[in-house]
């Protein structure tokens, strides 16, 4: 096990945890929404690790499906935070309670 | 002996790849007409042009579901397309389900569209590639295929949550699916990356045990080569987990032939024993997490009450139903790839078993309390994941201990709970969506219902009955449950198969008090006569009535279904 597998396995584990905290913690939609975005390309920083390590072409070309399609969430998820903005003036996510739960 | 890159020519499948094709093409054909409609036919209304569009949608969908039909008789069961598709019985099915649940929403969204003047456009071409996303999954072979299509299914469905802007519960349901859905979605993205790692392969099946065909040509210390005469490297979950072996790279080899180089020969060499369990183990989890919220199962069930009140009735259907639908059948699929390692089935057997019986606790619990029709059929929804995840828990019990007759039964058992529970569900938020603002609000505001409207209230309680199931037979939930909690016992899950009926014993306080409160009680003094501004159309009353029909039909005859998947 070469040491910079190690490292970037460490390095794509902190930044998922990162990820995880920020969802948890932030309000606003879009620092919510960025955390997300981090936990996925932290995954995505695991995937190419393995595929390096062994030596498989593979991995690193399934990771730029999955960019791809975080690059369509960011698309979609953007437009509905624009919607919400125009009816409430903020997106502050523990605001938005009209249901309960 | 590496020759480097080789000049291979994928093989298309057209023919088995044509349903998902045509449906995707469905979609960009209404998105374009949605534009062109009104250019190019002068004068044409707004009623005309979305009728236009949903005989078109619906027109995709009954072509792509026949050419399912017909994959579905000879289905071989192996991979094509690369080995990313593998379409068996079940995933076909399954696919059959989904484009039926879909069909509803199309027969059932004329009014909607109508009623809250919704873009009708986009409407039917979000849901055509979410149809087109759920359908692959059910035959999905890779995990990165299963999270692409996962992720089109979602980003629709995220749309179409949202879709009724002028209600800002509609807009918050579409911000809380999202948000929690793209949380999920990179659990899913980490776990694939995981087994990955593990495995070397993100194939589930290869082309049915290669490793044990291959022929051993040189062993050399802690590697060895394995040469295959296929031309294409596809070793699936299954076959590297049997073997317990990953592979580290591959080569081809080629002979020239009629001056084009052709290859022959696929060589995979795998180290001996380079699986690491844990990577592996952590890798199904984290799948199962991302999977157990795209099902609404117990620990990731949060967004679903929240989402199925604020979405649009039918969306909500859709929801429900279809997305579930493709979800197990993925779900299976996967679990079924994973389960030959010797070591891994009883960790994996107990969580998901654990999560099937916190499901079916949480969600019995969480509907007694509820005063809203759809919160409560939120919940009731999480329950019915537990109970069909109970019947996963019982497949992965039968391949533990490798019992193949059982196995086909208890996917079948599954397939037939899916079936039904796509039925009542399309009854159940079909008669809520048709009542419009009463039926879609407080269960109280379905007091003396069948006084006013007695063939609704006959549909509403034969939808409560059969998603009560134990208890009542000559419903299809009575016999999808009878089904899954005989195969638990005959495996031996026997506290499973206990919650299970626990759980349905304490659901008859919820499903039973809508009953009562539409045959029993007297309207309020102040309602309003519920239904009074519906125009129904032709194509909604069918389905309905098409949906109590079966549920009574199978409910009578489970047989027959069998019988018609061939």
């Known amino acids: ?101 | 002996m590496d020759t480097g890159i080789a000049a291979y020519v994928p093989q298309v499948a057209w023919s088995q790849i044509a349903p998902f094709v045509i449906l995707t093409l469905g979609g960009l054909l209404i998105l374009a007409l949605d534009a062109l409609l009104d250019i190019v036919v002068k004068g044409i209304t707004a009623r005309r042009r979305d009728g236009v569009l949903t005989w078109v949608t619906a027109g995709t969908m009954v072509v792509s579901g026949m050419l399912f039909y017909g994959n579905t008789i000879g289905t071989s069961g192996r991979p094509f397309f690369e080995g990313a598709l593998r379409a068996d019985e079940f995933g076909n099915l399954g696919a059959l389900i989904v484009l039926f649940g879909a069909l509803v929403f199309v027969a059932m969204s004329p009014r909607l569209i109508r009623d809250r003047k919704l873009p009708a456009g986009e409407m039917y071409a979000l849901l055509l590639f979410a149809v087109g996303g759920m359908t692959l999954l059910t035959v999905a072979n890779e995990l990165v295929t299963a999270f692409v299509c996962i992720e089109i299914l979602s980003l629709a469905l995220y749309v179409l949550t949202g879709i009724d802007r002028r209600n800002p519960r509609s807009g918050e349901a579409a911000f809380k699916y999202f948000i929690l859905g793209a949380f999920a979605s990179a659990f899913l993205v980490l776990g694939i990356a995981f087994i990955y790692g593990a495995t070397g392969t993100t194939q589930l099946f290869g082309t049915g045990r290669l490793m044990q065909q291959m022929q051993v040509s040189e062993s050399r210390i802690g590697a060895r080569q394995l040469i295959s005469d296929k031309q294409s490297y596809d070793l699936g979950l299954d076959e590297i987990l049997f073997a317990g072996e990953r592979p580290i790279r591959t080569a081809t080899y080629e002979t020239e032939q009629e001056g084009r180089a052709i290859v022959t020969k696929t060589s995979v060499e795998t180290k001996t024993q380079p699986l690491n369990p844990i990577w592996l183990f952590l890798g199904f989890v984290l799948v199962l997490a991302g999977l157990c919220f795209k099902l609404s199962l117990a620990p990731f069930h949060m967004w679903a009450p929240d989402v199925y009140e604020g979405a649009p009735t039918i969306v909500t259907m859709l929801i429900a139903t279809a997305s579930k639908v493709a979800a197990f059948a993925f779900l299976i699929h996967f679990v079924e790839a994973l389960s030959f390692w010797e070591h891994f089935p009883s960790a994996s057997l107990f969580l998901l078993s654990s999560v099937a019986a916190v499901s079916i606790a949480w969600g019995n619990l969480g509907a007694l309390t509820q005063t809203r029709m759809k919160r409560m059929l939120a919940y009731s929804s999480i329950a019915h994941g537990g109970y069909i995840l109970v019947g996963v828990a019982t497949l992965v019990s039968a391949s533990v201990f490798s019992d193949p007759e059982s196995h086909e039964r208890i996917r079948n058992a599954i397939l037939f709970y899916l079936f039904g529970y796509t039925l009542m569900n399309v009854l159940a938020f079909g008669i809520a969506a048709y009542l419009g603002k009463e039926g879609e609000g407080e269960i109280a505001a379905y007091r003396g219902l069948s006084a006013r409207r007695p063939v609704l209230a006959g549909g509403m309680a034969l939808a409560m009955i059969s998603l009560l199931g134990l208890g009542i037979p000559g419903t299809i939930g009575f016999w999808g449950k009878y089904f899954v909690i005989k195969e638990a016992v005959s495996s031996g899950m026997t506290f499973l198969a206990g919650v299970a009926f626990i759980g349905s014993a304490l659901s008859a306080y919820y499903y039973l008090r809508v009953v009562v409160a539409m045959y029993m009680l007297p309207a309020e003094k102040d309602e309003p006569a519920a239904g009074a501004t519906m125009q129904p159309n032709t194509g909604y009353v069918f389905t309905l009535g098409l949906s109590g029909a079966l549920i009574f039909f199978f409910g009578i005859l489970p047989a027959l279904f069998w019988a018609l998947g061939g």
């Open chain 1, 1 to 101: 096990m070469e040491p910079t597998f190690l490292y970037s396995l460490i390095l794509s584990a902190t930044l998922f945890t990162i990820g995880i905290v920020g969802v948890m913690w932030k309000r606003n939609a879009i620092s919510l929404f960025m955390n997300v975005e981090l936990m996925l390309n932290a995954a995505n920083l695991a995937f190419v690790a393995f595929s390096r390590e062994f030596g498989l072409m593979q991995g690193g070309a399934l990771v730029l499906f999955i960019m791809t399609v975080a690059a369509a969430e960011a698309g979609v998820g953007l437009a509905i935070f624009i919607a919400i903005y125009r009816s409430r003036r903020h997106i502050r996510a523990d605001e938005i309670d009209l249901l309960r739960g």
